[in-house]
């Protein structure tokens, strides 16, 4: 019986050290797997900054879908036949979405007698507006010669005006360009010669790499004033000659070119320009 009674005593202590023993494992599993769990969902579920405030969402795409909507989109299947001198061709392949993702794929790649292959979407005649936020999520390519963007141009054709969100040239890629282009005094000399534009870089020592995560970049369009934001922060303002016609939406990876120059031996190919969003806001 002693032993009986020792052995509930045993089994007493030993389902009492097992109950401590539990409530550790308990508090373990939550501090160490549960909350990093809650938190990296919560990120993942909320990725960026909330509605910009004083405006509402009229138009967004965070590509849920497995195919690009072609309501919103159009893939572009062309050469730019640009002033730029850049080298790749886009292609309808280039363009897909994965896990929640619009992905541009640039390759070096022979075909129809170019030597890259690019993706680019545009919503010209599907979504194009006059002022309000415009905001992307994105995860930058890199390499020297690869040339990502988001841009606005006019629906009707004329070009300038243009309104870059963001450029990014892959050899430096804590630097972002943002520009509101117009057109030069006299219309009918419309070259890159006489193409008035006003720039901006990012200088900061502490930017990060727009290459190793995602980051937002978003204008601010209204009469007289755009205003540049990435990440929340305000970097750059224009007061001079902004648009004032309804423009659409321009996302493309350029390869080459005058500007960032040609790839060289040191880029990885395929690169990547990973977009987690699109969002589009009017002022309440
Ligand atoms: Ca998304």
Redesign the pocket.
């Known amino acids: 019986m002693k032993t009986t009674s020792n052995s509930k005593i045993n089994i007493m202590n030993s389902l009492s050290h097992k109950s401590v023993l539990i409530h550790i494992c308990d508090i373990f599993m939550l501090i160490f797997i549960i909350f990093p769990i809650i938190i990296v969902i919560q990120i993942s579920i909320s990725?960026s900054s909330q509605d910009p405030s004083g405006y509402t969402l009229v138009w967004n795409?965070?590509?849920?879908d497995k195919t690009l909507d072609t309501s919103k989109w159009s893939k572009e299947n062309r050469h730019p036949q640009s002033l730029n001198n850049e080298l790749e061709i886009y292609i309808p392949d280039e363009v897909y979405i994965e896990?929640?993702?619009?992905i541009l794929r640039s390759e070096k790649k022979n075909y129809q007698g170019y030597n890259y292959t690019s993706g680019s979407v545009i919503s010209r005649d599907k979504f194009f507006q006059k002022y309000g936020w415009f905001e992307i999520?994105a995860k930058l390519p890199e390499g020297k010669g690869i040339w990502p963007a988001f841009w606005l141009v006019p629906n009707d054709r004329l070009w300038p005006p243009e309104i870059d969100v963001f450029e990014l040239l892959g050899h430096d890629t804590r630097k972002i360009y943002m520009t509101n282009h117009w057109e030069c005094e006299n219309p009918s000399k419309a070259t890159l010669s006489c193409f008035n534009q006003e720039d901006y870089m990012i200088s900061d020592l502490n930017v990060p790499d727009f290459s190793s995560d995602y980051h937002t970049f978003a204008i601010e369009w209204q009469p007289g004033l755009i205003r540049w934001i990435i990440d929340g922060k305000e970097r750059f303002r224009s007061t001079l000659y902004v648009p004032d016609i309804p423009m659409y939406l321009y996302l493309n990876t350029a390869v080459g070119g005058n500007w960032p120059g040609d790839p060289d031996s040191t880029v990885v190919f395929p690169q990547y320009y990973y977009?987690?969003?699109v969002r589009v806001y009017n002022k309440i």
């Open positions: 990725p795409d965070d590509f849920n896990d929640g993702t619009l999520r977009i987690d969003y």
